[in-house]
């Protein structure tokens, strides 16, 4: 039996490697065996922070599964798989055949994709009964979104031209029309301007009623005129150019019925904020419907986690509020012997809050670096730590300036909340702060790996003590102990 086979080759594999591991190796290994061996539909919820070495536990048994499977990883994951868990697995005498591209392997052999990759596949009807593996689930929605998106850039309007050059005037007039209300809009620290869809209506009639369309053009038209899509500008001021963007509302919505009738095993990081459902909203769409729906990993006694979190702070609109961070951070960051990390989105915000700081604490503050020093201080976006965070030392505290509620400046999240809207619901509570919550539970999470004597998190944003959902947030990173003020190290 599969389950049994990978439970000793996985076992045998540990014991040659001799390092320390996860404790939940084995339990994975078992789990995703019973499910390829089953071909159903299984859901495995990871911890808030699992270290990535969970991946050995999933590969394993896809190197002993005999049937068709589609692995579905992200670029940077495909190049660790290929780097380092493939010859990996070679060495323990388990190799794992696996093809990349558009055409389907032989039957047996692992068919290696992206999320881009897997839409083309799917839509071409050239996945036939293949088992899926979906494996990051917490990052599922926004990669098939970026996976769906259609860019129309500069050179893409010239393209259009020359293709239909006998609409070569009315092109340009609604170009020209476009580019007035676009460079003409407030200036915005994203660069990002929405578009009405009745502003881009003359450009669609005008397409709809031309002859073949270069690409991206034909998907372009099909897709702007969807009450799902959203479509704005991304400006370039110091070229006076802009691209124009389109992309789904619910990416999940439009690739309804991708695991109907196939098995399908879905594994990631979903934590607790999806521990009273029976599954995450965001697989509903897919038609998943999990036989097996489990928690793995989670300790059920944890070390509190130290929060600084004054209780009178500024809101962020306040205008001494870049003051009140700027001091914070000061006394935050004293006698400090390991990294600190303080993560702000607004640009100008944290651009002039890696100044400040640098001129009292010198090198060692630096913007969205890779190499700090032992007592380096790192400015950056929620995106890029949750995307580097692996390769760095674990910090010694992290400050978090602004709590990572989206901004309604932001065109798609300005479409999604006026759906909502429109439904009736509570955008709110629904939309925008689950997603802060499940980010600000990831950026936690390696605090918890790390704890010990001066380990902290300290949430400067005046919002949680000030709003009625501030009991949310602190919901969400229980166990916590509060640190009501900040002693010497």
């Known amino acids: 039996m599969l389950e049994a086979s990978a439970h000793q080759q996985l076992k045998a594999l540990l014991r040659q ?82 093809a990349e591209g558009d055409q389907p392997p032989p039957c047996g052999v692992l068919w290696l994709m992206n999320h881009g990759q897997l ?48 609409a070569e005037s009315s092109l340009l007039q609604c170009h020209e029309r476009l580019s007035r209300k676009v460079l003409a809009s407030p200036r915005n620290p994203s660069r990002l301007v929405g578009l009405d869809p009745s502003e881009l209506a003359p450009l669609r009639q005008l397409l709809a009623a031309m002859g073949p369309l270069p690409p991206p053009w034909g998907q372009w038209l099909s897709c702007s005129g969807d009450a799902g899509w959203c ?20 990416p999940l919505a439009q690739l309804a019925g991708l695991v109907k009738d196939r098995g399908a095993l879905v594994i990631g990081q979903l934590g607790a904020l999806h521990r009273g459902g029976a599954m995450p909203s965001a697989a509903l769409p897919l038609g998943l419907r999990p036989h097996l729906d489990l928690q793995l990993g989670e300790a059920p006694l944890a070390d509190p986690l130290p929060l600084y979190a ?17 001091n914070q951070c ?36 630096m913007h969205e670096s890779l190499t700090p020093e032992s007592n380096g201080v790192i400015c950056a976006r929620w995106s890029w730590w949750l995307e580097h965070h692996e390769r760095l030392p674990h910090p010694e505290q992290i400050v978090i300036g602004l709590l990572p509620i989206a901004s309604l400046e932001d065109p798609l999240t300005a479409a999604r909340v006026a759906m909502l809207r429109a439904q009736g619901r509570d955008w709110f509570r629904e939309l925008l702060l689950p997603d802060a919550l499940a980010l600000l539970q990831r950026v936690a999470a390696p605090l918890r790996q790390a704890c010990g004597a001066g380990t902290r998190l300290a949430i400067l944003d005046g919002r949680m003590r000030g709003r ?21 190290p």
């Open 468 to 488: 009625s959902w501030g009991q949310a947030v602190l919901q969400s990173l229980e166990p916590w102990m509060h640190l009501s003020r900040l002693l010497p």
């Open 119 to 166: 839409i083309r596949a799917w839509t071409q009807e050239r996945l036939a009964d293949r088992q899926l593996v979906l494996p990051e689930a917490e990052q599922l929605e926004s990669r098939l979104r970026q996976a769906l998106a259609v860019t129309l850039t500069p050179a893409d309007w010239d393209r259009l031209r020359r293709a239909l050059p006998g």
């Open 17 to 98: 490697e001799g390092a320390e591991v996860w404790p939940h190796h084995l339990s994975l290994c078992r789990l995703v065996g019973r499910s390829l061996r089953r071909a159903d539909h299984s859901l495995i919820r990871l911890a808030m922070g699992t270290p990535s070495d969970w991946w050995i536990s999933l590969l394993v048994p896809l190197a002993l599964s005999p049937q068709s499977l589609v692995l579905v990883v992200s670029d940077r994951m495909r190049q660790r798989l290929l780097q380092v868990e493939l010859p990996r697995l070679q060495r323990a005498g388990l190799p794992l055949a696996c």
């Open 310 to 326: 004054p209780l009178r702070q500024p809101l962020p609109n306040s205008p001494i509020y870049a003051e009140h961070l700027l």
């Open 330 to 365: 000061r006394r935050l960051m004293l006698g400090r012997e390991r990294l600190s990390v303080v993560l702000v989105d607004d640009p100008q915000l944290r651009l002039q809050l890696t100044s400040a700081l640098a001129a009292d604490f010198g090198s060692r503050v």
């Open 231 to 250: 479509c704005w500008a991304e400006v370039n001021p110091a070229l006076l150019q802009w691209s124009l963007q389109c992309q789904p509302l619910e």
